[in-house]
């Protein structure tokens, strides 16, 4: 199985800040197609996930665009250019490239 | 708008048996691989079972492959887990989650979740 792991698993930031998390795979997330499915998402205490991020650096319709995402092959960032407090929840990085899909232990963005 | 509304967990003994459903409305179900997740108490998200849109591909989790079974409805536009010989680790919020064919290997849709609770 693909192993995604995400860094730092917690990270507590300051309104206003920037806020960055990594997230590397084991192999490789590429397909076939030449696309890399590299997701990321956001969930709120007591809600369902939200997907931020597809194919690495699209953001969804909705999405704040100081939410970005980047990278290629193993590594990927997600990043936050001033944190809101709506911004506050667990991200999870997720790879739909390789069965069984998988996602990273998620970070959670706390105040500091 | 799209909604996902999950039904069907509750509590159950270890080795007992439950069917999730999910109703899907608001998007073209054909067009739409359909997915379930899990998320145990205080923990991570974990994918455990896909469907493709056609239901001739599918696809488990190794921790519930042989156990659980997932299907869909196209006439009532619903998705379904039959979960079998089930354990204590399986307890968790179990999500539906959709993706329009356009948007492969990823979830666009969730739900709200329905709780799986393992015990004696």
């Known amino acids: 199985d693909v192993v995604m792991t995400q860094s730092p698993l917690s990270l507590p930031v300051t309104l206003g800040q920037p806020a960055s998390i990594s997230c590397r795979s084991s192999?490789?997330?590429?397909?076939?197609?030449?696309?890399?499915?590299l997701n990321w998402f956001q969930q709120r205490p007591g809600q369902s996930p939200r997907r931020l991020i597809y194919k690495v650096s699209n953001r969804d319709s909705g999405v704040p665009d100081r939410f970005s995402g980047s990278g290629s092959g193993t590594e990927f960032t997600l990043k936050i250019s001033r944190v809101e407090a709506e911004d506050f929840g667990v991200y999870y990085c997720m790879q739909g490239t390789h069965w069984p899909w998988t996602f990273g232990q998620g970070t959670k963005v706390e105040i500091k | 708008q799209v909604q996902l509304v999950e039904s069907g967990g509750g509590l159950v003994k270890p080795g007992g048996s439950l069917r999730l459903s999910c109703a899907a409305s608001g998007f073209t179900f054909s067009d739409s691989y359909m997915n379930w997740v899990r998320q145990a108490p205080g923990k991570g998200l974990q994918w455990i079972s896909y469907?493709?849109?056609?239901?001739?591909?599918?696809y488990y989790a190794d921790s519930v492959k042989g156990r659980f079974t997932i299907s869909r409805d196209y006439a009532k536009n619903s998705l379904y887990l039959q979960m079998n010989s089930l354990r204590a680790e399986d307890t968790a919020v179990y999500y539906c989650?959709?993706?329009?064919?356009?948007?492969?290997?990823?979830?666009?849709?969730w739900g709200q979740g329905t709780l799986v609770t393992v015990s004696s």
């Open positions: 469907i493709s849109s056609s239901g001739t591909s599918i």
């Open positions: 192999q490789s997330l590429v397909y076939s197609d030449g696309n890399t499915y």
């Open positions: 989650a959709s993706s329009p064919i356009s948007s492969p290997g990823s979830f666009v849709y």
